[in-house]
């Protein structure tokens, strides 16, 4: 069996979240062209000099590339993301608005420098008898991701967060990453098991990522049901007992509600 490489560099966004990078974290960069792409149930334009960064690939559902689309793309483990990130609580809350939005447009002085970003992982990944290559490449990621920092911040402001404030979030978001939402959906379960108030659970993810704590579960539950609802073996009444709805009636009630259309429908 191979062994699995920290990071892979492509050149083309069709293998997203699937074979060999399944589970990598991806970042992109376009400098021609377009791609469409579907992501938690929303369609984004990745246009030249934008860049892109997708943690879950898997929710992916879509890549359509024009035939003139240039792209650098950069998998990286999940492992060697955490190994690579500064020792700043600014992550959290740039994870929590690229989750939405995974794309950012970058001004022609962003474009150069993230350009230069994948250029410089591109030619470092390649000198292998680097005595010290391990260490080059983490240092090569950390400079792409604190960029990637300085990008978002540019965009959406650069409001300083908690460390507090940061390791409920991170927890908070680890138990939806395990699936817990298919069994609990009430903000009161996740403040039990974080031992906080509900309160303040919803306070402090609102001040992170703008949005209180009952939009994360959902959002995570609506995205997995509709995965599932696709594979049209899983019956309504199987999946109302997988996602602990009292009834298939229940469920499709929950399903219409926030996605905007019935079980049934959602399948034609």
Known sequence: MNERRDIIVATSLVDLGKGEVAGY????????????????????????????????????????????????????????????TPHSNYGMKGSMALFNNPIMHLTPEQQQVCALDFDY?????????????????????QCMIIDFFD?????????????QYADLMERFMALLERGYYRKNREVGYYADKLFVTSKYLSEVCKKVSGFPANYWINRYTVLDISRQLRNRKNTLTALADLYNFSSPAYFSHYVQKYLGIKPTDFRE
């Open 121 to 141: 992982i591109k030619r470092r990944l390649v000198l292998t008898t680097h005595h010290f290559h391990r260490d080059a490449m983490i240092n090569a990621i």
């Open 151 to 163: 990008f978002h911040a540019s965009l959406y402001g650069n409001e300083k967060i908690t460390s």
């Open 25 to 84: 974290l991806c970042h992109a960069y376009c400098h021609k062209g377009l791609c469409e792409l579907t992501y938690n149930n929303n369609v984004y334009r990745f246009e030249a000099g934008d860049c892109l960064i997708i943690r879950h690939g898997e929710i992916v559902e879509r890549v359509a590339e024009s035939k003139d689309f240039e792209v650098d793309v950069v998998y990286v483990t999940p492992e060697f993301i955490e190994v690579s």
